[in-house]
DNA sequence: CCGAGCATGTAAGGGGTTACATGATTGG
DNA sequence: CCAATCATGTAACCCCTTACATGCTCGG
């Protein structure tokens, strides 16, 4: 799975522009994938170099012109073969897991620091997941909702983890 | 965080080949951060470079002699300024959930079996942090099981997650 | 004799990031 | 007038992956 994929997964349910599809890969996207700018344009005119997508100028009143895609049969049948393309595994990398496993370098003041900024930053994560959970899960499909479920469930088991983690290292040592 | 980072920080416990820097790179590191020979040997290569390690040839017995790198003071020191920089947030990239994302172009057989595999690979993964956490939690310091715990727990929750919603999709369909 | 484990590397290519470059319009 | 939003793109670079290439030794 790449950008390209995922963008023609967007363009398959409607004809985007890439600052639309930018801000596509917001939450609950976001969550589990992104893309910056430097990738959607020039993923956008690679596919329609490979013809599975076609560009459609779109001239507007008040704002500049805007480029949209839509897909062609060719990026219908490529979205759906990647559908067919075994499931990757997950990715998780955390520079501040890789921190702790080294924290016998660190004196246990800036490890009590770090977790609690840790827990801050994903709290804050957290509730942005809540909002978007209680705002939009009655129109959405079962499997959609996974999506918004396992970040929220994930957030709040690292962020359980992380109290009790703290709890035990001020404990022993201060 | 990059592999050299990671790389300067295993070099700092002890003195290690390339070879034995891999298999470093098992449970519970490999939960977070991972790199295979094809970085491992260029990046050992550019440290030694950099002068921030040193080389030296161990002669084996019965096996290939292997080059053993240990940390120069200016590695040691690039290290440290790699514990002092700003901790990167998780990458979190899932093929999985850009599918379940995705889940208006599928049927739900598809979805449910989908799942099902989830589930069965992500138990597998569980199950294997568990026989860690229970071997080698008590020689851990408590920063450093927090590596274990929070792999065990985010697995936990993603496993739970998926049985509720396969529960949902099952009931409602079929 | 063959496969598995030990051991080190290279080369080509893929896929992404960040920063730069440009420019229009709208609202405060 | 200035900042923000809309809008598109390029260029340099980084980092990693996969596959290839080599060769030795031990145990079955």
């Given at each position: 799975?790449?950008?390209?994929?995922?963008?023609?997964?967007?363009?398959?349910?409607?004809?985007?522009?890439?600052?639309?599809?930018?801000?596509?890969?917001?939450m609950p996207?976001?969550f589990f994938?992104?893309?910056?700018?430097?990738?959607?344009?020039?993923?956008?005119?690679?596919?329609?170099?490979?013809?599975?997508?076609?560009?459609?100028?779109?001239?507007?009143?008040?704002?500049?012109?805007?480029?949209?895609?839509?897909?062609?049969?060719?990026?219908?049948?490529?979205?759906?073969?990647?559908?067919?393309?075994?499931?990757?595994?997950d990715?998780f990398?955390s520079?501040?897991l890789?921190?702790?496993?080294?924290?016998?370098?660190?004196?246990?003041?800036?490890?009590?620091?770090?977790?609690?900024?840790?827990?801050?930053k994903t709290e804050?994560g957290g509730?942005h997941l809540q909002?978007?959970r209680?705002?939009?899960?009655?129109?959405?499909?079962?499997?959609?909702?996974i999506c918004l479920d396992i970040g929220y469930e994930l957030n709040a088991a690292k962020t359980r983890t992380l109290?009790?983690?703290?709890?035990?290292?001020?404990?022993?040592?201060?």
């Amino acid at each position: 799975m790449n950008s390209q994929d995922v963008i023609l997964g967007l363009l398959a349910r409607q004809p985007l522009s890439g600052y639309e599809i930018k801000q596509k890969f917001e939450m609950p996207l976001s969550f589990f994938f992104d893309a910056s700018f430097g990738t959607i344009y020039p993923t956008l005119a690679k596919l329609e170099a490979q013809g599975h997508i076609m560009k459609e100028s779109v001239i507007q009143e008040g704002r500049p012109n805007k480029n949209v895609y839509s897909l062609t049969d060719s990026g219908r049948a490529q979205f759906q073969s990647f559908l067919e393309s075994p499931i990757e595994r997950d990715v998780f990398r955390s520079d501040f897991l890789v921190r702790m496993f080294f924290s016998e370098f660190l004196d246990t003041d800036t490890q009590a620091d770090w977790i609690r900024d840790e827990i801050r930053k994903t709290e804050e994560g957290g509730s942005h997941l809540q909002q978007m959970r209680q705002l939009v899960t009655e129109d959405m499909s079962p499997a959609r909702t996974i999506c918004l479920d396992i970040g929220y469930e994930l957030n709040a088991a690292k962020t359980r983890t992380l109290k009790d983690a703290l709890r035990r290292i001020t404990d022993t040592t201060e």
